[in-house]
């Protein structure tokens, strides 16, 4: 294959931003950082970030952890069962509570955390105060601001949340902050709570400091799932932990109930809430495939296990975002650059967005935490790299292509014209040295019959000649030369090395032989009864080094072959004459060719030279018995056996008709075993 270009990268990276032009240029620099811009922040863009939540939603519901039952946790919850019990929605009878943390504490839980905001004056106040000062274990009471959430509490409540507080004094009750935050899109809970300095911690951090790390943690939530689709965690409900200290509940009974239930408390994290039907309820990111919601206590629940548990997602660094970041928009600009074909194009689609939509579920199997991981915006940065880059390529791949078919026009065959579109640099303004196998043919009595007919019927015939005899040299894969009257000159080789090109020149050489038989017998039907008789077509091959390439100028070109190859296959073809072939092909092409069709006709000396070449002469429709028989005879003479002579001459005798044979044997006779015939000038 040629060899690309004119050299330097720099000459052709200017050469492609000519034929871009300053405007597409633009454009295509807009469209490559419109699509870093994506990659990188569509968390933060508008639709984008839509489907970046949901592509998250989609990655943590396939991939979260399905476990048992959590024996660290329990949950006593107050229900509409409770609040119709009690005749009242809101708030919680405090007196009930009172009795419920008595109980607990007995029962000795690692820590109680109450998800439940003490904001108005209820009668049962100082009970509940007078229980929450005789707690031993610690208890952490749910905390708010109005300016941390205004939408859940009000000054004058704010106020006497921290008055409760103050009455309540030291000991094992504190505060703790139970703020929930929901993605401001879509209302989702996600993600843990952003740390705010000026609040107490948040409830699952304050009930246990198993990971420091939490404290200042604001990444994904990490909730599990139920492995057998029952509940989570250990629940009971308020107001049956309440009848151990209930008046109504029989002295004996009491202890009964407690043993059970405190099977299932001691040493747990207790955390007490509610589980109202339309209260509390948050969206996560199963919501969106399961259409259920979570209670606030629940996801607190989560939390805490979470933090138990020490499970920090490991962040991805930001350079390594931006890394990526420009990897997939490079990924996307070579890919369309490069124009491939159809299936490897398919195929280079295929692996790269298989990756790019993979890497996420990936990294999140593997740990990492993807809550801002841009992996809709890769897929969409690649997109966009992928249409600016490719309409560029495009704008350059046309001048190529303009230049290419300038270039060569009709003289390539399809297959070799569409590769040196693809690949216009092969045709750059240089030449090379490379082998090729150059063909001349030359029609006899061409001079003569330019003289004998009139302008108009010449261009008629000649112009058929040359169309039917360029199809043939395209069909079998080579190269049109040049026109030098009714001589075509042609090589295969180049641009393009192709295996095959010695049969396909040797197949080219006999069909157009064959071909201007025909013409000739038909060229009074082409051209009318004043044609005289038209000459045979001639053929010379011959493989050699030649320099190949563009020369003329950018403004003027011709792609052609220059040097010893093209002498000596023209040369060939004017020897046909004087050895009476119509085919001579050089030892050097027939060497590389497969075709077994050959016949010796001896070492010669052309015209102008000095050197002698062994020729051969392809004949197809020769018995091919006989052509063995010929061969055979030959190598023997030429190797020494002068008796070899005699079985060429009886070989000759026997086909009298076969002129080129006859004039071998007497050459042969001439110059002896190993010797060459010098040709005269034509």
């Known amino acids: 294959m040629a060899r690309a270009g004119d050299g330097s990268w720099a000459s052709r990276l200017r050469r492609a931003f ?20 994506v990659a990188r922040f569509d968390w933060q863009v508008p639709l984008l970030s839509d489907a970046e939540r949901a592509l998250y939603d989609l990655r943590f519901s396939s991939r979260a952890e399905r476990v048992a039952q959590d024996p660290r946790i329990a949950l006593v919850v107050y229900n509409d069962d409770t609040l119709d019990e009690l005749r009242k929605r809101s708030p919680l009878d405090r007196r009930m509570l009172a009795r419920a943390l008595r109980a607990l504490d007995r029962m000795q839980p690692r820590a109680i955390g109450i998800d439940i905001l003490f904001d108005q004056v209820q009668d049962e106040d100082e009970e509940l105060i007078q229980a929450f000062r005789s707690m031993r274990t610690p208890t952490y009471v749910a905390f708010a601001t109005h300016a941390t959430n205004p939408s859940k509490i009000n000054l004058r409540q704010e106020q006497f949340l921290r008055d409760l507080l103050r009455r309540i004094g030291p000991g094992q009750v504190r505060p703790a902050s139970i703020k929930l935050e929901p993605d401001l899109q879509d209302g989702v809970v996600r993600r843990w709570s952003r740390p705010d300095s ?21 990444g994904s939530l990490d909730y599990r799932l139920s492995a057998d689709g029952g509940p989570s965690f250990y629940t009971v409900t308020i107001e049956t932990l309440a009848l151990i200290e209930s008046d109504e509940t029989p002295a004996e009974a009491r202890p009964i109930i407690a043993a059970e239930f405190a099977r299932n408390i001691r040493g747990r994290y207790v955390l007490i809430g509610g589980d109202i039907s339309d209260q509390d309820d948050f969206e996560t990111p199963m919501t969106r495939f399961t259409g259920n919601t979570t209670k606030g206590l629940e996801i607190h629940a989560h939390m805490l296990t979470q933090q138990l548990d020490g499970r920090i997602p490991a962040p991805v660094p930001a350079w390594m975002l931006w890394l990526a970041a420009l990897a997939v928009i490079a990924a996307g600009g070579l890919t369309s650059a490069l124009e491939l074909r159809r299936w490897p194009l398919a195929i280079v689609l295929v692996v790269q967005l298989a990756l790019i939509g993979y890497t996420p579920f990936l990294l999140h199997a593997m740990r990492v935490d993807t809550i801002d991981l841009p992996a809709f915006g890769w897929g969409a940065g690649w997109l966009l790299a992928f ?18 078919q300038s270039a060569l026009g009709k003289y390539l065959p399809k297959d070799v014209a569409q590769e040196i579109m693809r690949d216009p640099d092969q045709l750059a ?131 052609t072959a220059l040097g010893d190859a093209m002498n000596t296959a023209a040369r060939l073809e004017s020897a046909n004459k004087a050895l009476k072939t119509t085919m001579l092909v050089s030892e050097e092409a027939r060497r590389e060719s497969g075709i077994g069709f050959f016949r010796p006709m001896g070492r010669i000396v052309l015209s102008g030279r000095a050197t002698p070449v062994m020729v051969w002469e392809p004949v197809p429709n020769m018995d091919e018995a006989l052509r063995h ?33 006859q004039y071998l044997v007497y050459r042969l006779r001439e110059v002896g075993p190993g010797g060459h015939f010098v040709l005269g000038s034509k």
């Open 18 to 37: 000519r034929q871009i032009g300053p405007v597409r240029l633009i454009v295509t620099i807009a469209f490559l950082a419109a699509a870093l811009y």
């Open 198 to 218: 000026s609040m107490p911690p948040i409830l699952s951090n304050a009930m246990t400091a198993a990971n420091p790390a939490f404290r200042s943690y604001s």
């Open 387 to 404: 249409i600016g880059v490719g309409a560029a390529a495009r704008a350059v791949g046309s001048e190529q292509k303009r230049f290419a």
């Open 429 to 559: 303004l240089h030449g090379e040295k490379t082998q090729i196998y150059a063909l001349f043919t030359d029609l006899e009595g061409f001079t003569k019959l330019s003289h004998a007919i009139t302008p108009e019927t010449l261009s008629r015939l000649l112009n058929r000649y040359l169309d039917l005899m360029s199809d043939i040299v395209l069909k079998h894969g080579g190269t049109l030369d040049k026109f030098v009257g009714d001589a075509l000159v042609t090589f295969w080789g180049a641009p393009i090395a192709r295996e095959g090109d010695a049969d396909r020149a040797v197949q080219a050489g006999l069909a157009m032989y064959q071909c201007g038989e025909t013409f000739r017998r038909s060229a009074r039907d082409i051209a009318g009864d004043e044609v005289p008789p038209i000459g045979v077509t001639r053929v010379g091959l011959h493989r050699g080094e030649a320099v190949v390439g563009n020369f003329g100028g950018e403004g003027r070109i011709q792609y």
């Open 629 to 661: 028989q010929l061969n055979a005879a030959w190598t023997r003479f030429d190797g020494g056996e002068k008796e070899a002579l005699v079985q060429l001459e009886s070989i000759a005798g026997a086909h009298k008709e076969d002129a080129a044979l």
